[in-house]
């Protein structure tokens, strides 16, 4: 079999961004040099790797997957053995980190710092993901680690537990509630709720409500969470969130008030994850010792 290591990076790149375009691009190299290189593993391999699917790019095949992730367990491998020698020999190579979108902003700066520091023969690549497309990627193994909540995701999916929370509501300033010290999800029900609108996010936020025998209005959904505290904050009405920033203020700089729940509710999980059918590098491995470390040194959505 007669594939080259520069083939399976061509492979895990087409992989990673879905498109031979911009992993020619990402690479820098020519997208016939990415095409033609696709093409002979394929024949190597006697079976297609990738579907095209007009208007929106590529996806991998059930065997494709499979392929994939073997060719990030040899170039792992092939990033050591280059490595050996060397002061950073233990860990090197390539990692990919896919974020939710509303965990990233809080928590991939400062955890991709303190790995650098750690690792710095890493290369370290980070992305923000919906709760739906990083179990997808995952499985393409597209990705190799995913921060998030624990919402969604396979069984076969690994959680490696960083930080738990509770949930707490968002309020407008001068709201009928606001000058409880703490508020239940009864007193929240009577106001017209604000949900995102990725389906495993809203969906959980109404359970909530629903586990005691609660029907809320869903008055509208945001695309981003960012928006719904904006929302809230111009009194469009009420939200349970879990993620808080800091400064209670939205980013039209009104003030949100953040009360405790009453209600005894299940916490919510901070995790890394990944596919336990996909070999872990040495660089994913060192990435969830410094996130745990990180996350056991730091006070996280404290009021």
């Known amino acids: 079999m007669n594939l080259t290591l520069a083939q399976l990076r061509y492979l895990v790149a087409v992989a990673r961004h879905g498109s031979v375009t911009a992993a020619a691009r990402t690479l820098n190299v020519s997208q016939p040099s990415i095409s033609v290189a696709i093409d002979n593993v394929e024949k190597t391999f006697g079976q297609k790797l990738f579907v095209r699917q007009r208007g929106s790019g590529i996806s991998l095949t059930s065997f494709g997957r499979v392929a994939v992730a073997k060719a990030k367990q040899v170039l792992a491998e092939a990033d050591e053995l280059a490595g050996l020698g060397s002061r950073d020999a233990a860990v090197a190579g390539e990692l990919v980190l896919g974020c939710f979108e509303d965990l990233a902003p809080y928590f991939a700066p400062a955890l991709i710092r303190a790995f650098s520091e750690r690792c710095p023969g890493v290369e370290i690549v980070v992305g923000d993901e919906t709760l739906e497309t990083l179990g997808r990627r995952l499985s393409d193994g597209a990705i190799d680690l995913g921060l998030t909540y624990d919402l969604g995701l396979p069984t076969h999916f690994a959680r490696v537990l960083l930080h738990e929370l509770r949930p707490h509501a968002l309020l407008p300033a001068g709201h009928a509630l606001a000058d409880r010290p703490a508020v239940s999800l009864a007193d929240m029900a009577a106001y017209p709720l604000i949900t995102t609108d990725q389906p495993h996010s809203w969906q959980h936020m109404l359970d909530l409500f629903r586990s005691r025998g609660l029907s809320p209005v869903a008055d509208s959904r945001t695309s981003s969470f960012e928006l719904q505290r904006s929302m809230v904050a111009n009194g469009f009405g009420v939200a349970?969130?879990?993620?808080?920033?800091?400064?209670?203020?939205?980013?039209?700089?009104?003030?949100?008030?953040?009360?405790?729940l009453s209600d005894r509710l299940p916490m919510q999980r901070i995790i890394l994850t990944h596919d336990t059918r996909q070999r872990l590098s040495n660089a994913a491995l060192a990435f969830i010792d410094v996130a745990k470390d990180w996350f056991s040194a730091h006070d996280v959505f404290t009021a």
């Open 240 to 260: 349970v969130s879990y993620t808080r920033p800091h400064g209670d203020r939205s980013y039209d700089g009104l003030p949100l008030i953040c009360k405790p």
